[in-house]
Structures are given as structure tokens and as C-alpha cells.
């Protein structure tokens, strides 16, 4: 028995949606595993939501990198709840897709009760790895999982947000702006309704910015 649990947020790109639609569940369903999908929930003002990016509004706070809430409550907290309300008292055997570098993401402590096992480490298979298993199938590149709004997203991924994903993005300076230390913690290094206002693109952006790695 094995069946795949997705953790949705409700703030995954589209592209991500798409492609668990087109290859995900089908693959799945053809070896005859189930594919289900779980959603954290909090009680805020009186208000159910299952929504991080609702949460995060009326909490008026935004992901931090410091402060990695998302993932315990709209991540870890309901996969947990699912597999102690579906298996109590069971000791589950865990597989975690963590690719061998970047093998420093390891938290075995947010598992404990469980029995963990990470096969890409395992068998050394690094994220490009991935990458030409998932060509030699067949299947198109997926984009990175992660929300729409996540701070750890790269300049790129920013920007093709801003370009692909314009209701997106004005969600995000939305969600930004709405934060009770506005414009003191923000998404990105300057505030997004900035970076619409001055820059077309990404190109534009970089034009004579250093190549320094201090923060993206």
C-alpha cells in the first residue's frame, strides 16, 4: 500500500496545478496509487480558512525567511493530521524527494514518530538528475513548487510572475502591502508596487546592478 499526499496551500503557481492534473494523478492512478490532497485550516477572527494566502492577509503578516510559519501550519501540520487520523498509532514510512544537494534541507525533526527515508540522497541523485528522469519519461520540466508569493523566490521567478501572472501580482503588492510592518518586512528587497512601477522586465531590473549574492 503507498499513496501520495499533496500539502496544497491554495497558492500553488498554475503551472503547478496543470501539470499534477496532466501527468501527476494520471501516472498515479495507472499504477494504482492514490493521489490525495490535504489543507491546513485556521481559525482566524471567527473565520475558517484554508487558504495561506487568506491567512496571511487577515493575520496581516507576510512569509518571512526567518519565520518559516507556511510550512509548519499549511504544510507539515496537515499531513500530520492526516496520517494520525488515518493511521493511529501506525509508525509510517515517509518518502521525502529531496534531491542529494540539496541535501542541507533535511528536518527530521518536523517527522519524529516516523520512519523517514530520502532515496534521492540515498542514491545520490541530484536535482539535474531529476531533471533527465523526468525527460527520459517523457513529461515536460516542471516549474518550482512554491507559492505565487514566496520570499524565497529567485529574480526570474519574480519577474515571470509579473510578466505570466499579472492577477498574481497584484495579489502579492496586495498581500505585501497589507502587512502590519509594511514597508519595514517586505516579499522581496524592495517593495513589489516599486520594482511595477520602474522595471519592465527582468532585463531591465538587472541592467547595472552588481553581481553580488548579499540577498537574491
Known sequence: VGFVIFADTGAEKPETYLYIEKYVRPYLKEIGKEFIVVKGKERINSKEVSNLYDACYLWKVIPSRMLRFCTDKFKIKPIKQYLQNNFPGEIIKAVIGIAYDEA????????????????????????????????????????????FFCPFQSKKEWFDLKNNHQNLWELAIALEKNGSRYPEILLWKEPLEEIDKKYISIESYMEGECEGVCFL
Open 104 to 147: 542541507y534541507r533535511i528536518n527530521n525533526i518536523r517527522w519524529d514518530g516516523q520512519e523517514i527515508w530520502y532515496p534521492l540522497i540515498e542514491k545520490k541523485i541530484t536535482r539535474q538528475g531529476c531533471i533527465n528522469i523526468i525527460k527520459n519519461a517523457g513529461w515536460e520540466i516542471p516549474v518550482k513548487s512554491g507559492c
